[in-house]
């Protein structure tokens, strides 16, 4: 048995070894059985291609070939959907985005091979080795490993995401599946482009894939140690494509292969091509593995602040990042979890935590973390500490200092409540987050790589970033309370009408039964009894009704609708007081998308309210046209009009009138109608002068 047929035999079973594990793991989500389904694959493909390096029969050698292919195909839609959501909080969210090209590679490959599996590939005899078979490749094997080449990339970007997503304990359970599984996407790279550019499948790159495959699950098997690699949930930034790193390694490495293939062409010889391209590919993914290590990115800072006196940080740099980190959050929890992955990264601490004083001022509450522990997941670590004398200490001592092996009581519970995950994990360092002369909470900061200590400058930094998020703790706090004062004084005011409605309907049911007694063996009596009690029970269930409206989002039911026809309706619904001049102009013949019932609502409305405006004598008309894209209806009045101001900042707000019964939703509630069909509501108006109320909705002009 050659070296290469070993490689496959051996690789093939460790592979087989995940997937009879698989089903007796704790955590047996869908991540879990797509990882399980895909080694499946693998081990399939490396035992069939091990099989087929031993014949020496074509017939049979081809046919292993085409079993090959078939377990190949899998392989694209598979790791894609793996990539998609292993270690993903918001699994049915990004999967649904993310489902059609999952899909597309699943379906191509398959339908490659099981369409035409005569076009896949054919033997052609070696011409130097009498008993050796060289496997080329035909139109559907060569769109087949095309569809490898790209399935890879984008299996090695989701999990770059990942990477990136992660901090602190989260990254270093995981790590060792990401770079496995990368180790094994880069290789597959690698092989699918060499296959695809020389259009033939040489058994040197197998022996590549099956290495590729044995150091995979070696280093995922050394993840599986550290355990909850199948358990934690990431929430990847949606943006971190455009920046991906291995999108720009991929293109630089088949940039490097086209150009080394020219370079090869015109000196003559292709022995060394593959040799030479494995190496260009090591390369970038090495250079990839640096850039991304927290352990280099903090050595070649230290190298240049020490070799080039200069900073750690670029301060500027870093308070940018800083205040754009914290200025989208307006809660202290968002505040809190962007402070954490940020110090997490900028620091490379994996223990890093963020504690606040409740409103009473008695105990410190656990607002965020990047320390995913067994234990802190059971519960065994305490989510509140009491404040006892830790308050005081904040206040006496706001800069950041080493709490390790601190024996004071105030000090005990910080330690307990923030245990290191490593032994040689380093100091614990406390950040007391202090404002206005007042303790807000603090941070703590603890196993950080290389066990390196916190240097003056970095606590120095550490001080200012506290006192920022303090600052900005507070200011949500306060942002808070306004938001309440405000809900309390909406609740008040629309009390206020409510009460003032209700007072009225009761009123006139308490009068109703004081002359019960006395008049109810007259018949028209209680004639007008009951018109009073039902007229009551209308308006307070009217008065429930539109109250209800203003808490619920709209919802509308366009359909196409013809204007005349909706106009006319409200026209006929309206009851005219006898003193109004009315005039109308509606044209015929134009269509728009609405919803009938709402819109004619709203014209009712705007009827009413015009008639409302004038005491005594007046006029109102009601004019249609067509503007441009819009169906534009005018109603105008010769009403007391309204001021600017009012109209500023009172007509379309909820609870904001000018009429001495009502309750100021009205308009508001139009706005809301109109704007839901895509137009706008416009007024014009003067005091003592009229008003004109323009809408515009857009004209239906599809089918």
Known sequence: MNLPVLFSFVSAAIAALFVVIAPFSKSRGLPLWVFAFGMLALAAEQLLTGLALQKTNPLEIAELIRWRFAATSLLPGLWLLFSATYSRGNLKQNLSKRLPLVIVAFVLPITLVVSAPASLAHLIQHPEEPFQWIVTLDWAGFFLHVFMLLSMIGAMVGLERTYRASVGTLRWKIKFMLYGMGTLFAARFFTSSQIVLAQQIDPSLETINAVALFTCCLLVARSVFRKGSFEIDLYPSQSIISGSLVISLAGGYLIAVGVLSKVIAHFGGDQAFAIQTFLVLIALVGLGVLVQSDRFRQLIRRFVSRNFQRPLYDYRTLWLKLTATTAQSVRRKDICESTTKLLANLFDTKLT??????????????????????????????????????????????????????????????????????????????????????????????????????????????????????????????????????????????????????????????????????????????????????????????????????????????????????????????????????????????????????????????????????????????????????????????????????????????????????????????????EAHGGNIMVESQEGQGSVFTIRIPILTGP
């Not at 606590?459 to 405000?486: M, P, V």
């Not at 009938?596 to 009827?607: A, D």
């Not at 109209?647 to 706005?671: A, V």
Request: hydrophobic share 40%; with cysteine; charged share 25%.
């Open 353 to 674: 935590s963020i504690w606040l004083l409740d409103a009473n001022g008695t105990s410190f509450d656990k607002i965020s973390t990047t320390d995913h522990t067994e234990d802190a997941e059971m519960g065994n670590t305490p989510s509140s500490i009491p404040a006892d004398n830790i308050s005081e200490e904040l206040t006496q001592s706001p800069d950041p200092r080493s709490i390790e092996g601190v024996e004071d009581a105030w000090a005990q519970p910080i330690l307990a409540s923030n245990p290191s995950s490593f032994d040689d994990g380093g100091n614990r360092i406390l950040v007391p987050l202090t404002g206005q002369g007042r303790p807000v909470g603090f941070i703590v900061l603890g196993d950080r790589t290389n066990t390196l200590e916190f240097t003056q400058q970095e606590f120095d930094t550490l001080r200012c970033i506290g006192d920022h998020i303090a600052a900005n703790i507070l200011s949500a706090a306060l942002t808070r309370k306004l938001e309440e004062s405000k809900e309390i004084e909406a609740f008040q005011t629309m009390a206020t009408f409510f009460v003032h409605d209700l007072k009225n309907a009761v009123s006139t049911l308490n009068l109703m039964l004081k002359n019960m007694p006395l008049h109810w063996d007259n018949p028209e009596f209680r004639e007008d009894a009951l018109r009073g009690i039902g007229n009551t029970s209308n308006r307070i269930t009217d008065l429930i009704t539109r109250l209800s409206q203003v808490r619920h989002e709209l919802e509308i039911s366009p359909s196409p609708t013809d204007l005349e026809e909706l106009l006319r309706s409200a026209i006929a619904e309206w009851e005219k007081p006898e003193q109004i001049d009315f005039s109308s102009e509606i044209p015929s013949d134009i269509t728009v998308a609405a919803d009938f019932k709402k819109l004619k609502s709203v014209i009712l409305n705007l009827l009413i309210n015009a008639c409302e405006a004038m005491e005594g004598t007046g006029s109102i008309a009601l004019k249609a046209g067509v503007k441009g894209p819009y169906a534009e209806i005018v109603v105008t009045d010769s009403g007391c009009g309204m001021s600017a101001d009012f109209i500023r900042n009172g007509l379309f707000r909820p609870f904001k009138t000018t009429k001495k019964s009502g309750l100021g939703i009205g308009m508001f509630q139009s706005k809301m109608v109109v």
